[in-house]
C-alpha cells in the first residue's frame, strides 16, 4: 500500500534510493527524490509503485527529517525565516499545486510566484524542494542554523597566527601551533607510552613527548642526555593536555592500562539491576563463597589456629533474602557449594535448633529451589551439575571469571557480613600489611567452626529484617505500603508474584544429585571404583558378578567418605547402597584423597623395586640357562651314539620307579643321631617282647636287582 508523505527506499541502488511521496491521485502518484537542492516532482503510476512495495524493491523506513520543535527553542531569526518561507510555500502550494505537479507548466507556475512574492524563480524552487523533501510541513522550512558556525570543529590555520589565548607568563614567545603534524606526535606518544600496563601518568607522557620529538641528543661522559628546545618551539603541557582530552578514548585507555575485565568489573555503565531480570521469588538465586575476614581455632584446642573459614550463601535476587549458607574449611569448589544448596532447601528452624538457636519460620522462611542459579564458573561447571539441570529443572548460569559485578547483590552482603565480624570478632584481620611491632592478630583467634556459623545465623537473621536501601519498588507496593525488607519482599513476592519456587520431600534425593559421579566396573571381585571393591544385595541378588562382568555403572559418592557408594535408580527416585567388601577394607572411613594417596604409595613402592625385580629375573634366567647347559653337556657326553631314539624312550616307568627308589634312600628321614666315630659311646638295648620283634625287610628285591642286571648291561660291566 501506498502513503501519502511515506518515505521509501529502493534495495536495488547505493546512492540516491530515498523518495517522499508528496501527491496521491489515482491513477497517478507523484513523489520527490530526496536529495539536491532543486529536486523537482515526478509523475509514476499506482500500480508500478505499490508493485515495487510488494516485490520488495522499494521499502517503507522511518522519516529522516521526522523531528520535534518547539518555538521556544528556536531563535527569533530561525522562526522569522521559516515563517516567511511558509507564506510562500502555503499559498503557492495551494493556489498552483496542479502545476507544479506537471513538468510542462512548472516552471510557468515559479515564475509566477516569483514575481507576486518579488523573489528570484531559483529562490522559490529551493524553498519548495525544502518543503517537499523535509516533510511537508511548516517546521520542513527552518533554516540549518545548528549547522553553522565552529563547535566542535578545528579552525584553519595560518602561517604566522598563534590561535588560542596568549601566555601568561612570557613576554614575546608564543608557543606553537598544534598542527595535524603535532596530533600525529600526541598521538604516537599516547599509544606508545600512556596505554600500556606501566600505568605512566599524563605528565610522565608528555615528558616523553619532548624528548622524542622537541630536543637534542648529546653525550656527556659517556652519558646519553637530553637538551629540550626553546619554549616557542615546543608545545606546552596544556596544549597537550586539551588535544589528549579532545581525542581521548576513555574506553580504550582504560582497557589497554588495566584490562577489559577490570573495566566490566569497575568502569561500564550501569544501566540497569538485578531485580529487573526477575519476576517474583525463586526466578534466581545467586551463589557465591568467600574467606572470612577472621582466624579461627581448632574444636578440640583452642591453642591450635586453623586459618580463615569458607563461607558460601545464596540469596534470592527479586527480594534480597539469604536462603542458604555454609561454613566450613573445604575451599572454594564443589564441595562446598554443594553443602551450601544443601542447606538452601533445609528447614531452617531445624537447621538454627543444630546450633541452639530457637526461631520460627517467620523468620527464615525459605527451603526452597530456585528456577535459576547464577555461580562462579568454577563451582558450577562440569559433570556435578548435570542432575540438577536434568532432574531437578533447573538452569545453571555460569558468570565470566573475574566479574564478580555479575553476582553483584550476593557480592555486597559479603563485603557487609565482613565488616561486622572485624569490628568484633577476635582474630580478625585489622589491615592487610602489619608494621613492626604490630600485634599478630591471629595470635587473638578464639572462635571455633561452630561458634563462628552461629555469629553468621544471627547476622543473617538480621540481614532478613533490614530495610534495603534504593530497593527498586514496585508501584502496587508503594500502594500498599511495604517496607523493603527481605522477608517482606519474599512474602509479597509469593503472594502476588509468579510462583517460580520449588520444595524438596525428600532430603536425600536432593543429595544423590549434588554428589559426585562416576563409572565403577562390574567384576568377578566386586564392583571396582577407583581402585576399591564394593559389594551390594542387588549385585548378588541379580548375580551382576556372573550377568554383567565387565560391564559399567554409574554411580554417585561422597569424596569425603568412601566407605559407601550409591548406584541411582533410573527413574531418580531411590538408590542402592554399596559397601566395602572385606577385601578392602583397610580403605574404611577413608576420603577420596586419601585413598588416592594410597594407591600413589603402593605404585611409588613398586616403582622403586622394579630394578631390583629386573635384575633378579635375569639372574635366575642365567641360573636356569647355566643349569641347562650343563645337563646338556653331561648328556651328550654320556650317551652312547649307537642307541636308537626308540630305544632312549623304552622302560620309562622302570626307569621312574628306580630313580624313585634312589630318592627315596637320599631324602628318608632318620632321626637317630650317628655316633661320632672314636668316642666309644654305648648304645644300651632293651630287650623287646617276642610278640613285636619285627622281622628285617630284604635290602634288595627282585626289581632291584632287575635294574642293577641292566645298568650293568647298559654300562658293559658284564663283560
Known sequence: MIFYNQVYQYTDKEEKNRIRIIDIDNPNVYFVELYGDTSMPKKVEFFDLEGEVQSGLLIPIPDPFAKSYEDKDLTEKQIQKRDEDWKIVSTGWDLYKES??????????????????DIAKIKIKRIFTRFWIRG????????????????????????????????????????????DDVKKQFEYVVKKYYRKKE???????????????????????????YKVWDDSRIPTYHQFYYWFKKL????????????????ELKQRPILSNSTLETDGPGTRFQVDATIADVYLVSSFDRNLIIGRPIVYGVIDVYSRLITGIYVGLE?????????????????????????NISIDESQWPSHHLPEIIIADRGEFEGYSVENLINNLNIKIENTSPYRGDLKGIIERQFRTINGKIKRKAPGAIQKEYRERGDRDYRLDASLNLEEFTKILIHLVLHHNQKIIDKYPLEKEMIVEGLTATPINLWNWGIENKKGRLQTI???????????????????????????????????????????????????????REMSQIYIPHTDGKGFDTCYLLDTSSQYKGNTLEEIE?????????????????????????????????????????????????????????TNRQAEKIINREEEKFDLIEKPI??????????????????????????????????????????K
Not at 536432593?510 to 564394593?534: C, D, E, M, P, Q
Open 199 to 225: 600505568q605512566l601518568s599524563l605528565t610522565d607522557t608528555y615528558e616523553y613527548l619532548l624528548r622524542e620529538f622537541y630536543s637534542d641528543k648529546y653525550y656527556e661522559d659517556d652519558m646519553l642526555k
Open 136 to 179: 511537508l510541513n511548516k517546521n520542513a522550512l527552518l533554516p540549518d542554523y545548528m549547522y553553522s558556525g565552529g563547535k566542535g570543529k578545528e579552525r584553519q590555520l595560518s602561517a604566522d597566527a598563534k590561535v588560542g589565548r596568549p601566555r601568561k607568563y612570557t613576554s614575546a614567545k608564543q608557543g606553537i601551533n598544534i598542527t
Open 505 to 559: 520431600s525428600n532430603q536425600n534425593i536432593f543429595r544423590l544429585n549434588l554428589l559426585h559421579k562416576g563409572k565403577a566396573r562390574i567384576t568377578r571381585a566386586g564392583i571396582k571404583f577407583k581402585g576399591v571393591s564394593y559389594g551390594s544385595e542387588k549385585a548378588i541378588n541379580e548375580q551382576w558378578y556372573l550377568k554383567m562382568r565387565s560391564q559399567s555403572v554409574e554411580v554417585v559418592f561422597d569424596p
Open 100 to 117: 507544479l505537479l506537471n513538468k510542462k507548466k512548472r516552471d510557468a507556475a515559479f515564475e509566477e510566484i516569483a514575481h507576486q512574492h
Open 677 to 718: 666315630r672314636g668316642t666309644g659311646q654305648v648304645v644300651e638295648f632293651t630287650k623287646k617282647n617276642s610278640d613285636t620283634v619285627e622281622t628285617p625287610k630284604k635290602s634288595t628285591s627282585r626289581l632291584m636287582d632287575k635294574l642293577r642286571k641292566k645298568r650293568d648291561e647298559e654300562l658293559g660291566k658284564d
Open 597 to 653: 594417596f594410597y594407591q600413589e604409595l603402593i605404585q611409588e613402592a613398586k616403582q622403586q623395586e622394579a630394578n631390583k625385580q629386573k635384575e633378579t629375573t635375569l639372574n635366575v634366567d642365567a641360573a636356569i640357562e647355566s643349569i641347562i647347559n650343563q645337563a646338556k653337556k653331561e648328556k651328550n657326553q654320556t650317551t652312547p651314539s649307537n642307541v636308537s631314539k626308540a630305544e632312549k624312550v623304552k622302560n620309562i616307568r
Open 248 to 263: 581521548e578514548d576513555p574506553k580504550l585507555d582504560f582497557q589497554l592500562r588495566h584490562s577489559q575485565k577490570e573495566f
Open 331 to 355: 575451599g572454594p569448589s564443589w564441595l562446598g557449594a554443594m553443602m551450601a544448596l544443601d542447606n538452601m532447601v533445609m528447614d531452617k528452624v531445624e537447621f538454627c535448633n543444630q546450633f
